[in-house]
């Protein structure tokens, strides 16, 4: 589990296709405290790191990650938005991630607004009714409040801190984003059946 705050922007130095994906990542985080088997959200999906050095460590991305992500469009150089898992009794800053990527939104537009800068994205039609104004939402790992909703289109405002502090800063229009829709959004949707209608939780016998 993750709060979508970035704790290092990170690089990609070697990249072994395959069915699997050896990717290796260049980082400023302390990787003498990470343990093999750790899991760190690489721009938004959690991965397994299976080899490490000083100051770089390696995951394997597997197919069905590659499908459904970016990663399978990284090549050395490209840079990632990197944050450890959470601990217990770690602060939560953002909201609740889980490092599964829903799908792939597109930057539509991207304009300055004051010091902050406002981005217009499209979501895949199956994931806009899962995106709600006020609500949160990650890309690529970073956990943002969604501005307002149009059908597909959603809107959200990056501050300084975070345009200077993750890949955003040089980010433009028509990039692609891992998109990881929220996980209240995620669950209430269980709750609806097929005919669109609420379904009834089960009484607490015991509720005064």
Known sequence: ?????????????????????RIEIETGLDMGSIALGASIACSGPCLTVVEKGPDWFAVTASAETLSRTTLGEWKPGTRVNLE???????????HLV?????????LLEERPEGDSRRWVLEAPSELAQFIASKGSIALDGVSLTVNEVEE???????????????????TRAGARLNLEIDLLARYLQRLVDSRGRAVELPRNRFAA
């Open 1 to 21: 589990m993750f709060t979508g705050i970035i704790m290092d922007v990170g690089r990609v130095r070697a990249v072994k296709p395959g069915g699997d994906a």
């Open 152 to 170: 597909s289109r959603f809107g959200v405002n990056l501050i300084p801190h975070t345009l200077t502090h993750t890949t955003f800063g040089v």
């Open 84 to 94: 450890r898992a959470l601990r217990l009794g770690d602060e939560l800053g953002g």
């Open 98 to 106: 889980t490092g599964h990527v829903d799908g792939i939104a597109t």
